[in-house]
């Protein structure tokens, strides 16, 4: 089967003179190749696409795929991740991972722990402040959590982002207003262990891969799997796979990310990160239906090597869980 490759690649857009930051989220040329490769192992032709608007010049010409592996995070607006599945799905293109309202809603990273409480799943108690909103008039204790409200890559997280008292709220808040545009997520926070979950499959056919906790060496900014953190993992972090068999707390923190998942309407794979309270018990803290696959940076490959699970086999699964849904052979 021919498929088409749909991405962000960072390097095109640092030539055309965005930051670092602003181009944390995008992909590196050997993510595409890794794919490619795997792909190509598979027995499957391969056409690279790029991003959105190279896209929308390929099906104006006529160019059409049986399949697109879409991992495009698009670049502005609140909604920028649902830009090529929308484009794909006016062209009756098939592709992987999640539609355009779930990719729209799991970026605001509010409307998404709003979906999950309503669901009765737990989540930290949160409010949302936006620009001019002044002072946070928030209704439960300190020490607060505030980040971004529709970024990734943990851009916009750091140690700054635990906020012990409640006169210094309103200015770490008013850092990240003006810095990413965009209303930040204040929630109560979590002093416990953190996890991330992978998930592959489809509604009922979704399933947990394996999880891994987060452990923060000395060196590295505590308290929060940052930014920092992230860029710098092999020198900062550890990661420990999670028996559930072993562990009830592991047991009840996969049951809680594939609620989550299954909730929020994602498909075919993505990854869910879990915290604890200073009780341990596991709440929702984000998900993520577009996880980067990077197969030696990201942390989906990183839980599946864990696991012992190759890479080729993680990217073979993606698409016949696509190619299922669509009715592709």
């Known amino acids: 089967m021919l498929i088409g490759l749909t991405y962000d690649l960072r390097s095109e857009y ?23 490769e795997a792909l190509h192992a598979l027995g499957h032709e391969t056409e690279r696409i790029g991003n959105a608007r190279k896209l929308i010049a390929a099906v104006a010409s006529g160019r059409r795929w049986p399949m697109v592996f879409n991992i495009a995070e698009g670049l502005y607006g609140i909604a920028r991740e649902a830009q090529v599945p929308a484009i794909l799905d006016l062209y009756r293109i098939p592709y992987t991972f999640s539609d355009p309202m779930v990719l729209s809603l799991t970026l605001n990273k509010t409307m998404t722990k709003r979906v999950i409480r309503d669901a009765g799943l737990s989540t930290a108690e949160f409010i949302e402040v936006g620009p001019g ?10 020490p607060y959590f505030v980040k971004p409200v ?11 982002s635990i906020v012990t008292r409640i006169e210094d709220l309103e200015a770490v808040c008013s850092e990240l207003i003006n810095r990413y545009r965009q209303p930040v997520l204040v929630e109560k926070y979590l002093s416990g262990r953190e996890f991330t979950v992978g998930i592959v499959g489809t509604g009922r056919q979704a399933e947990v891969i394996g999880t891994i906790e987060v452990l ?3 060196e590295a900014e505590q308290g929060v799997y940052s930014y920092g953190n992230k860029a710098r993992f092999q020198e900062l972090v ?33 990854r869910v990160d879990i915290r604890c309270d200073g009780e341990e018990v596991p709440h929702f803290i984000e998900i993520n239906p577009l996880a980067g696959i990077h197969p030696e940076h990201s942390d989906l490959p990183i839980l599946c090597t864990r696991r012992g699970i190759p890479y080729q086999s ?3 699964r993606i698409v016949t869980s696509a190619a299922g849904r669509a009715g592709v052979a």
Do not use: H, M, W
């Not at 909103?133 to 300190?142: E, L, N, Q, Y």
């Not at 072993?246 to 498909?267: I, P």
């Open 14 to 36: 640092l030539a055309e003179g965005l930051s670092e930051d602003e181009t944390a989220e995008f992909d590196s040329e050997r993510t595409i190749e890794a794919i490619e």
């Open 133 to 142: 909103d002044g002072a946070p008039d928030v209704p439960f204790a300190p």
């Open 150 to 160: 529709a970024e990734g890559t943990g851009k916009g997280v750091s140690a700054r």
């Open 216 to 218: 923060l060496r000395a």
């Open 238 to 270: 550890d990661y420990r796979l999670v028996d559930p068999l072993k562990e009830s707390l592991g047991k009840n923190v996969e049951a809680l990310a594939l609620q989550a998942y299954r909730v929020l309407g994602c498909r075919d794979a993505g």
């Open 314 to 316: 993680l990217i073979e």
